[in-house]
């Protein structure tokens, strides 16, 4: 069983910053892709950043310049740095992960529960 956890969310003001983290655990060989992935009221599921085993990123246009993704490869960890938040950022926020379980074994995707990300004055 593999499990993600996200921690960090919370309530914060227009140009504040919060640190989201999610750490997977279980049966783990190798992670390949991790990201984070947000869903605001009544919109689909949207990229925000991903992140390589080697450190490549990609990000959606909209966090460009204001939000950094990481990872710890030993910890199976990754992060969201988001600085000068905005409104617009309000939404739930998903860890992603693209996991190998064995070496055997194929590569599977995996979702954290989500963590809310509320901007507002």
């Known amino acids: 069983q593999v499990q993600l956890v996200e921690s960090g969310g919370g309530l914060v003001q227009p140009g504040g910053s919060l640190k989201l983290s999610c750490a997977a655990s279980g049966t783990i060989f190798s992670i390949n892709v991790m990201g984070w992935y947000r869903q605001a009221p009544g919109k689909e599921r949207d990229l925000v950043a991903t992140?390589?085993?080697?450190?490549?990123?990609n990000y959606a246009d909209s966090v460009k310049g204001r939000f950094t993704i990481s990872r710890d490869n030993a910890k199976f960890t990754v992060y969201l740095q988001m600085d000068s938040l905005k409104p617009e950022d309000t939404a739930v926020y998903y860890c992603y992960g693209i996991i190998q379980r064995r070496s055997y074994s194929p590569l599977n995707d995996f979702w954290g529960p989500g963590t809310q990300v509320s901007v507002s004055s």
């Open positions: 992140i390589s085993k080697t450190g490549s990123t």
